[in-house]
């Protein structure tokens, strides 16, 4: 089976992405573990000690008595980075005043869902950080998405994104594609039952634009770019991508 995407109309697209990641819901974790070898860990918690969350924030202009940073997690999924921001947050400063809201577009990743491309619940400029860990990939309008965290944050707000990305290196990728395009969808039918879904995953990576265009999208949105503007993890498997709003 193949999950052709790029003929589908939006709608559908929509619905196909959440019935993907329902399928995927119950083995989420454990499949991570095993498509990245354990890696995702160590990007995750790479993620995390740069955004030092619960740190004192000299930036919140628009309400100096908030105790605490405002997070929101989109695409929170099972919580795997919100819980590791409020660790860090508790056993590094000492901070039980910083909150995380994850948002998630599937009921069954969590009680609570929301769009990402369209949050008219969340006030605009009341979100310090605004997260999205390996979920913007699968969303159908990624530029939306970006213009939905411009809209929440508050200037001086952080973007920060971490998604699969493009390998920096020929040998490397030649690799890593093989691993991908073989690997992950015989390891999903094996563990999960399910090969569609994770052929699927492995294609949105495919499909996932370059660094350098998704910092463009980024800047479109209206952030500022600090420094390169994202950072490559194990070669470009993964990258970091920061935006700070003005
Ligand atoms: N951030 C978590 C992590 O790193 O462990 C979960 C990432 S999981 C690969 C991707 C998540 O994106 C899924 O839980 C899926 O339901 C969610 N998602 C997909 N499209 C979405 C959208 N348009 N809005 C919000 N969440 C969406």
């Given at each position: 089976?193949h999950?052709?995407?790029?003929?589908?109309?939006?709608?559908?697209?929509e619905s196909r992405?959440?019935a993907v990641?329902?399928?995927?819901?119950?083995?989420y974790d454990?499949?991570?573990?095993?498509?990245?070898?354990?890696?995702?860990?160590?990007?995750?918690?790479?993620?995390?000690?740069s955004?030092?969350?619960?740190?004192?924030?000299?930036?919140?202009?628009?309400?100096?008595e908030q105790k605490?940073w405002?997070?929101?997690?989109?695409?929170?999924?099972?919580g795997?980075i919100?819980?590791?921001?409020?660790?860090?947050a508790?056993?590094?400063h000492h901070?039980?005043?910083?909150?995380?809201t994850?948002?998630?577009i599937?009921?069954q990743?969590?009680?609570?869902?929301?769009?990402?491309?369209h949050?008219?619940?969340?006030?605009?400029e009341t979100v310090?950080l605004?997260?999205v860990?390996?979920?913007?990939?699968?969303?159908?309008?990624?530029?939306?998405?970006l213009n939905?965290?411009?809209?929440?944050l508050?200037?001086g707000?952080v973007f920060?994104?971490?998604e699969f990305?493009?390998?920096?290196?020929?040998?490397?990728?030649?690799?890593?594609?093989?691993w991908?395009f073989s690997?992950?969808p015989?390891?999903?039918?094996?563990?999960?039952?399910d090969?569609?879904?994770?052929?699927?995953?492995?294609?949105s990576i495919?499909r996932f634009?370059?660094?350098?265009e998704f910092?463009?999208?980024?800047?479109?949105?209206?952030f500022?770019?600090?420094?390169?503007?994202?950072e490559n993890?194990?070669?470009?498997?993964a990258a970091?991508?920061k935006?700070i709003k003005?």
């Amino acid at each position: 089976t193949h999950f052709g995407f790029t003929d589908v109309p939006e709608a559908e697209k929509e619905s196909r992405v959440g019935a993907v990641f329902s399928s995927v819901a119950s083995s989420y974790d454990q499949m991570n573990d095993l498509m990245s070898l354990g890696i995702h860990r160590l990007w995750k918690d790479h993620f995390v000690r740069s955004l030092n969350p619960g740190s004192p924030l000299s930036t919140r202009i628009n309400n100096p008595e908030q105790k605490g940073w405002n997070i929101l997690d989109i695409a929170g999924g099972t919580g795997d980075i919100a819980f590791r921001m409020l660790d860090h947050a508790t056993n590094i400063h000492h901070d039980i005043d910083t909150r995380v809201t994850i948002s998630d577009i599937n009921a069954q990743m969590l009680a609570e869902g929301a769009n990402a491309e369209h949050m008219p619940h969340i006030p605009s400029e009341t979100v310090d950080l605004y997260t999205v860990v390996f979920g913007i990939r699968n969303f159908t309008d990624k530029q939306a998405a970006l213009n939905e965290a411009f809209r929440v944050l508050k200037p001086g707000g952080v973007f920060a994104c971490m998604e699969f990305s493009k390998v920096d290196n020929p040998l490397f990728d030649a690799i890593y594609k093989r691993w991908n395009f073989s690997a992950i969808p015989m390891i999903g039918q094996l563990v999960a039952g399910d090969r569609a879904s994770y052929q699927y995953l492995v294609e949105s990576i495919e499909r996932f634009p370059s660094q350098e265009e998704f910092k463009g999208m980024i800047q479109k949105a209206g952030f500022m770019i600090p420094g390169r503007g994202y950072e490559n993890l194990t070669c470009g498997i993964a990258a970091i991508h920061k935006g700070i709003k003005p």
